[in-house]
């Protein structure tokens, strides 16, 4: 089946300093790979869509500069949290869309657990 | 706009009973549907899929059927398990994108 990965699976950082999460791909090319966040206890609020070679959509609310995305490959999109805050403390999901000729599928990586102090 | 209506949870149920989360949907044309299942601290896995009217998805025991009559997509498995345990959400597809309900968290006991 499709298997996406993230790396890292937890990360703890200091206010101020910037952290890179990696989403990728194994075993089949996505053009589109979207980025979630999710709050304890609730579903999940998508931040972006991330296009191969193309800036990325972001979703109303989500600020472009803060949560800097590259997809420049087929395989890999990162997430670039900058200058992190305690409030930006979250678990963050990636998906990559696999298309086939009856639907498009999100298939959905582990999860990265981001702690600020 | 296209939305997702679950069941609240939580949810608890002895091993071996029968399960079933609603799942009503609004949407315009024919989205595909899924479900997803999220185990405590991890990402949410495809359980099952139907892409048209009158599809059934079935993966590990657990069954769905598109009803378009309805908008529903209720999530069935006749005798769950403690591994279940989990937080259940179904879901549309619109141009790629997922619509979420949001979730149901199934608890069973021994």
């Known amino acids: 089946g499709a298997v996406v990965s993230q790396h890292p699976s937890w990360v703890i950082c200091k206010s101020g300093t910037s952290v890179k999460i990696e989403c990728r791909s194994l075993d089949f090319q996505a053009t589109t790979m979207f980025w979630y966040r999710q709050f304890p206890k609730q579903s999940l609020m998508l931040m972006a869509t991330?296009?191969?070679?193309?800036?990325?959509?972001?979703e109303q609310g989500v600020e472009k500069d803060k949560f800097l995305i590259n997809h420049a490959s087929l395989t890999l999109s990162t997430l670039t949290v900058t200058s992190a805050h305690p409030e930006d403390s979250s678990f963050y999901i990636c998906?990559?869309?696999?298309?086939?000729?009856?639907?498009?599928?999100?298939?959905f990586g582990p999860g990265t657990r981001l702690t600020v102090l | 706009g296209d939305s997702v209506t679950q069941m609240e949870g939580p949810v608890t149920l002895s091993e071996e009973a029968f399960l079933t989360i609603n799942c009503t949907y609004t949407a315009t044309g024919y989205p595909s549907l899924f479900w997803y299942v999220q185990y405590p601290g991890e990402g949410l896995q495809l359980l099952l899929k139907?892409?048209?009217?009158?599809d059934k998805g079935s993966n590990k025991g657990f069954e769905a059927t598109y009803r378009k009559e309805t908008t529903s997509f209720h999530l069935e498995k006749g005798s769950v398990q403690v591994s279940d345990s989990a937080v259940y959400f179904c879901?549309?597809?619109?141009?790629?994108?997922?619509?979420f309900g949001q979730g149901t968290e199934l608890s069973v006991k021994p």
């Open positions: 998906s990559a869309l696999d298309r086939d000729l009856f639907t498009d599928t999100q298939y």
């Open positions: 139907a892409t048209k009217a009158d």
């Open positions: 991330s296009n191969e070679g193309s800036k990325a959509t972001y």
């Open positions: 879901a549309l597809s619109r141009e790629g994108k997922l619509i």
